[in-house]
């Protein structure tokens, strides 16, 4: 575990995104997979099936987190382009890993499938790039730098998260709290921010809710100084009692 | 209608979706609406309650695209600073809009509710704005430039877009194709590849799946000249038949 805050980034690659045909389920798995792993996840993007898109994505992302995932554009059709954008990015070459054409010859002759050329595609590696077991379809994800280059579909992509989770290194963990109560957002929102004010190392979001005919808000506190937080959570009690209504606890995470 | 590709983006601002809490569902909703209005969604950003982050990103994706629409941020609370992002993106000042503030004078008039300090920021608006119509809760939202502001709340966010759409110039609608068929993705790849290579008007996109224990794959052809459209798909379900496949009409949307 590192002692300072650990980030990433995840680009999400697929025009079927962005045209509203699929609605993405990656980001919210890796936002909670991370976060319970200390990474806080900062940023992320969603890029068509475009080379240059890529490129510039991965690129600005790589610069600034710790980890960057990408999701999508790894199969063996002709639309499956994050291969090679991954190896631009990079300016290396891209070719058939022995190890990853390996794992496709012993999965297809299990199969009886024929690996042909398309499904041999699905071996080309980025020069340097260490491979990220698959044990889903076979077909590997790998890493390259700080990248890690993962499936679209979400059963695959969630395989492949845990074989590659023992190489992160999380930072502080991030200890989170949610408390709610029957209260209009713009009823507690001046005391909160006061609140917030006080406790500047707590990060008060504050989500608005309608339940069961009545308005309420649920504030949710982060911290990775957990005595801090429960200093906060302490005057979001009392201060939601003093307007008059009962606080209820949500929930409270404590990854680490 | 305009007769070239109108292009959009999305920057969804907050951090529960970044922290998983939340599973996003406006881009969604944004991407297949703005597609059926004749504009491509072809970039999305998450970012975090960070002034400069969202500065950042309102100005990177406002200078590429006809439009951005933003998510989230313009409530009561301290951790709404949208407003002030977006005012310093365009280089701006923000100030109560005199509109805006009497349309939440007669909303808290009606309710009973005390129209405090912190609701009353919610007609904070960058110079220049103008209001978009929130039927829902009525804190409304604003366009500046060609950027758009809406709501985080889903409900909200959806009444601010009806709002709005009339102000939206379409370009050429995209018509899309979808046709399955129970073949493996790298069965049809290779034809599928060179049949994309024939139809470089059409965009043509792979996406297998696994239905009632048998493996097959979609394609959804899309592309803004309908004819080409429909000899790509003839060509496609042809492709399939030689394959051994019966083509499966998924569905065909034809938006304009």
Chains 1, 2 share one sequence.
Do not use: C, W
């Amino acid at each position: 575990m590192s002692d300072r805050i650990v980030s990433a980034a995840v680009v999400v690659i697929g025009n079927e995104i962005l045209s509203g045909r699929t609605a993405d389920r990656n980001l919210p798995f890796l936002a909670t997979r991370l976060n319970e792993l200390g990474i806080q996840l900062r940023e992320a993007r969603v890029v068509p099936d475009l080379e240059d898109e890529i490129v510039r994505a991965v690129n600005e992302t790589r610069a600034r987190h710790d980890y960057v995932f990408t999701t999508g554009g790894i199969g063996p059709t002709h639309d499956d382009i994050t291969g090679d954008a991954i190896a631009k990015a990079f300016a290396v070459g891209i070719d058939y890993h022995a190890e990853a054409v390996a794992i496709l010859k012993a999965h297809y002759a299990n199969t009886g499938a024929e690996l042909n050329t398309a499904r041999l595609r699905m071996a080309r590696v980025p020069a340097g790039a260490e491979l990220i077991d698959n044990p889903v379809s076979k077909a590997p994800g790998y890493q390259i730098g700080n990248v890690f280059v993962l499936a679209g579909v979400p059963a695959i992509m969630q395989a492949m998260f845990e074989s590659l989770k023992h190489k992160l290194v999380g930072g502080l963990p991030v200890r989170s709290l949610a408390i709610a109560a029957y209260l209009a957002e713009g009823a507690i929102a001046k005391g909160l921010g006061e609140l917030a004010g006080r406790h500047p190392e707590v990060d008060l979001g504050s989500y608005p809710f309608y339940r069961q005919g009545r308005f309420g808000t649920s504030i949710v506190g982060r911290s990775t100084d957990p005595d801090r937080l429960a200093a906060a959570a302490a005057e979001l009690r009392q201060l939601m009692r003093d307007l008059g209504a009962e606080p209820l606890e949500e929930s409270t995470n404590s990854p680490g």
